[in-house]
């Protein structure tokens, strides 16, 4: 069974661009979380989104975005990039009933310069 | 009410030892409570979890023990390894299907 995919593994880019990670869930699986991890401030939740839809939002400004697809892959839009956006960002994987925990994928880490 | 507190921030064990991470929640309404184990340059991992309904639940060397009234739940590792070394975060599912972290504790476990 293969796990959770987030591409690219790395990423650096400029202040003022932006970003698009991506993250292919496990098959079956129809919820995709994402979260920041930073040293400082742990796993912030960024968004859940399920069967297409957000169904749960984090405390980010509007220019993280989300979507999902139709096959359940998700993917991560940063717009106007700030250094503070430097970050592990992680995709976690899930049922989205109350069966059971995540799995996360190996994340995307993004180094703003 | 939405938080999750975890201590300690770090926490040194002999090999052999018991290591125990603490975290306390406010709101009832949070009813699956899992753990995680992350190593350096990899995702969280689901190493256990237990939900309200019941005191304690046992996998191999990891036991969470589960306190409903006091709003606590608690990670023992038994004869801690080293290859135990790593950040556990406890987390707890709200009522809206939003899983909640902890702020992680970094476990190192002296051979």
């Known amino acids: 069974k293969a796990g959770v995919t987030q591409t690219p593994r790395y990423l650096i880019k400029t202040r003022g661009q932006q970003v698009t990670l991506s993250c292919s869930p496990i098959?079956?699986?129809?919820?995709v979380s994402w979260y920041q991890q930073t040293p400082g401030q742990g796993l912030q939740f960024l968004f859940e989104?399920?069967?297409?839809?957000?169904?749960n939002k984090g405390n980010f400004p509007g220019r993280f975005s989300g979507r999902q697809f139709s096959n359940s892959r998700s993917e991560m839009n940063v717009s106007t990039l700030e250094l503070g956006d430097s970050a592990l960002y992680l995709c976690?994987?899930?049922?989205?009933?109350?069966?059971?925990?995540?799995?996360f994928g190996s994340g995307t880490r993004l180094t703003v310069v | 009410q939405q938080q999750v507190k975890q201590s300690p921030q770090s926490l040194i064990v002999q090999k052999g030892g018991i290591s125990i991470i603490n975290c306390a929640y406010e709101?009832?309404?949070?009813?699956?409570f899992p753990w995680y184990q992350q190593f350096p340059g990899k995702g969280p991992a689901l190493l256990i979890a237990?939900?309200?309904?019941?005191s304690e639940k046992k996998e191999g060397r990891f036991t969470i023990s589960f306190n409903k009234s006091a709003k606590q739940f608690s990670l023992h590792i038994m004869d801690s390894q080293p290859g135990d070394s790593a950040t556990y975060f406890c987390?707890?599912?709200?009522?809206?299907?939003?899983?909640?972290f902890g702020a992680g504790t970094r476990l190192f476990v002296k051979a």
């Open positions: 976690a994987s899930s049922l989205g009933d109350r069966s059971g925990g995540y799995t």
């Open positions: 098959s079956g699986h129809r919820s």
């Open positions: 989104y399920f069967s297409e839809t957000q169904r």
């Open positions: 709101n009832t309404a949070f009813d699956y």
């Open positions: 237990i939900r309200p309904d019941v």
């Open positions: 987390a707890a599912l709200t009522g809206g299907f939003k899983t909640i």
